[in-house]
């Protein structure tokens, strides 16, 4: 065994002895510390401040109650959480997610991996993660309303423009936001960019609703253009049909791949002649107004199947983009995607290929670009968000598209300085090993610089 995989083993044991229970958490910090550790090894400043180890634990974690009354007068308890995971370079900065499978390991996988994500994107933000078990399926907008204000009447009191920015995730979408954002301004007293995904006319940001899909997009793009080749003609699957898979779906279908998959969380839509500008405006009014099924996409239009409880992997394509859940793509998925000729997979949704099926990848070469660079475009917009509040400036489309271009671009650059020892073939690039060494190097270097803090 080599001495950074011995040195990987010991710590994840430690890890894991702190961290009791914690699969989601284990794995996120297993995958960043299996690149991590062998620079940290040439660079033993880092390993003598035990940067690592403060590096996995979070600053802090803020646990509370939310009670609420739904519809019929019945009073609801949920349990939220905030995870400040990390601000050596800037403001917490993280989304918040309603959704029943939410646990703390969750949130601090998704802490954890912000932290890095934000760094990457070259802006000051730290990070932070929160959310609830809170269902908001079934609820009614009132009741989402009333859910809302609860936990902000808790949340507004750790958060602030420079202290914590919290955003939307899986469940909070623009309605959860600008509940939370009215409840926050009406306790503050106070009209400043704390949160962000915020409607147009309170201080929201053009293209941030856009920003993770057409962000993961590009990042594909770069990784296609870096070996030549480009999105045009391929053909492309996508999971979920949420935020980041419409505007995936959009993006893609712009720049000339077509997509033939959606999904959500009971099957998906297999559509052979590819979604077009209409179907996908079908798909935005169904998800994002009505909030029905994607089921529904099938009974309308007939060139489409519908497979109840499957996912879309099987489905033969060139580029695939998770854009659902974490671990949504097991180790048979990547394989099943390999045999199919797959060249390129871009993680729209945080840590959904397993760890075993990202190394497939990998070892088969196919480009695969992590989470943590490829989904950045999100939070990125959200700084740009941040900054036009702060100048109270409007800024237009074309120059947050044009930023946000520009932002994905340069973290490709960054993973591929990092990650071009770590590919299978000679010259080929590891985004892995790249996007989690680039993010890496700033947050240790500012907690180096802090000294004991
Ligand atoms: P969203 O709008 O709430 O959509 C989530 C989609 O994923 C829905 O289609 C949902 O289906 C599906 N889904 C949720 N849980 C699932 C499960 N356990 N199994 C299968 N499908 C499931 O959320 P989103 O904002 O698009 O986020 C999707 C992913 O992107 C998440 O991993 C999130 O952390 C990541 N991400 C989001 C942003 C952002 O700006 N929004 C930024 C960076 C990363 P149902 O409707 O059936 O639940």
Redesign the pocket.
């Known amino acids: 065994m080599s001495k950074a995989s011995s040195e990987v083993t010991a710590f994840m044991q430690g890890l894991e002895k702190r961290n009791p229970g914690e699969p989601e958490f284990h794995q996120a910090v297993h995958e960043f510390i299996q690149s991590v550790m062998p620079y940290t090894l040439d660079n033993p400043a880092y390993r003598r401040a035990q940067i690592l180890e403060r590096m996995t634990e979070p600053d802090r974690i803020i646990i509370f109650r939310v009670t609420w009354e739904d519809d019929e007068g019945n009073i609801r308890a949920n349990r939220a959480w905030r995870v400040q995971f990390n601000n050596s370079i800037g403001a917490y900065k993280g989304?918040l997610?309603f959704?029943p499978?939410v646990t703390l390991s969750v949130l601090k996988f998704?802490g954890f991996e912000q932290t890095f994500k934000n760094s990457l994107t070259g802006l000051p933000m730290g990070g932070a993660k929160g959310g609830s078990n809170f269902n908001p399926?079934g609820k009614s907008d009132r009741e989402v309303m009333r859910f809302c204000q609860a936990l902000m009447t808790e949340l507004h009191k750790h958060i602030g423009e420079d202290r914590d920015v919290p955003?939307?995730?899986?469940?909070v979408?623009s309605r959860e936001i600008s509940f939370l954002f009215g409840q926050y301004k009406r306790l503050e007293n106070r009209f400043v960019g704390t949160l962000t995904g915020k409607g147009l006319a309170f201080g929201g940001s053009l293209g941030r609703t856009e920003?993770?899909g057409y962000g993961s997009v590009y990042f594909c793009q770069n990784m296609l253009g870096h070996i030549g080749d480009s999105i045009e003609d391929k053909t492309c699957v996508i999971?979920?049909?949420?935020?980041?898979?419409i505007y995936t779906a959009e993006k893609a279908l712009e720049l000339g791949g077509k997509v033939v998959t959606l999904?959500?969380?009971?099957g998906f839509v297999h559509d052979p002649d590819g979604f077009s500008e209409d179907k996908i405006a079908f798909i935005k009014d169904l998800?994002e107004v009505r909030r029905g099924?994607?089921s529904e996409y099938a009974e309308k239009y007939k060139s489409a199947s519908y497979h109840e409880g499957e996912k879309p992997w099987g489905v033969p394509c060139d580029i695939a983009f998770p854009?659902?859940?974490?671990n949504?793509l097991s180790l048979d998925d990547a394989k099943t995607l390999i045999r199919n000729g797959v060249c390129a997979v871009s993680e729209?949704?945080?840590m959904?290929t397993e760890l075993e099926a990202a190394h497939a990848f990998i070892e088969a070469d196919v480009l695969f670009g992590p989470?943590k660079a490829a989904?950045a475009g999100?939070?990125a917009v959200s700084g740009l968000e941040q900054s036009q509040n702060a100048q109270r400036l409007v800024w237009s489309r074309k120059e947050v598209d044009d930023r946000l271009k520009s932002i994905m671009e340069d973290i490709h650059k960054k993973c591929v300085a990092y990650g071009s020892s770590g590919g299978n073939k000679k010259g080929s690039v590891n985004y892995v090993d790249g996007a989690n060494i680039g993010g890496f190097i700033k947050v240790a270097d500012a907690m180096l610089a802090y000294g004991a803090v």
Do not use: C, W
């Open positions: 989304g997610r959704h499978g998704l399926k955003a939307g995730d899986i469940g979408g920003a993770t999971s979920g049909s949420g935020n980041v898979a999904s959500d969380s009971s998800k099924r994607i854009s659902a859940t974490q949504e729209g949704a945080n959904p989470s989904n999100g939070v």
